[in-house]
C-alpha cells in the first residue's frame, strides 16, 4: 500500500510565499515521476509543476518564475516552494506520483494525495 501525504498549505497575503510538501510512503520500490496538481471548483484539474526520476521539470506558464518543485529521492518527499503567491494560485493542491512498486515487474502505478488547500487573500 502506498500513500502520499500532502501538508503545508493555508492562508497566505497576495504576494507571500508557501512551501508544500507531500511525503510517499508505502510498498515502493522507485518513483517514476512525482508532480503537483490544483483543483479549483468548477475548473479542471490544471498541472501546476512536475519532476522525472531524470530531474526534469516542467511548469505551468502561470506559475513559471515564481513556483520551484524539487524532490529529496532518500526520502520520497517532494516539495513546490511558492513565492510572489497570487490570489489566482487559490486551490486545493494535490500530490501525484507514478510508482514502481517492485523489482520483479515494471508496471507503474498512479497515485494521489488527499490534497491541502492553498488560499491567497487579503
Known amino acids: 500500500q502506498v500513500q502520499l501525504v500532502e501538508s503545508g498549505g493555508g492562508l497566505v497575503q497576495p504576494g507571500g510565499s508557501l512551501r508544500l510538501s507531500c511525503a510517499a510512503s508505502g510498498n515502493i520500490f522507485s518513483i517514476n515521476a512525482m508532480g503537483w496538481y490544483r483543483q479549483v471548483p468548477g475548473k479542471q484539474l490544471e498541472l501546476v509543476a512536475s519532476?522525472?526520476?531524470?530531474?526534469?521539470?516542467n511548469y505551468a506558464d502561470s506559475v513559471k518564475g515564481r513556483f520551484t518543485i524539487s524532490r529529496d529521492n532518500a526520502r520520497n518527499t517532494m516539495y513546490l516552494q511558492m513565492n510572489s503567491l497570487k490570489p489566482e494560485d487559490t486551490a486545493v493542491y494535490l500530490c501525484n506520483a507514478r510508482i514502481r512498486l517492485s523489482a520483479s515487474s515494471n508496471s507503474i502505478y498512479n497515485y494521489w494525495g488527499q490534497g491541502t488547500q492553498v488560499t491567497v487573500s487579503s
Open positions: 519532476e522525472t526520476s531524470g530531474s526534469s521539470t
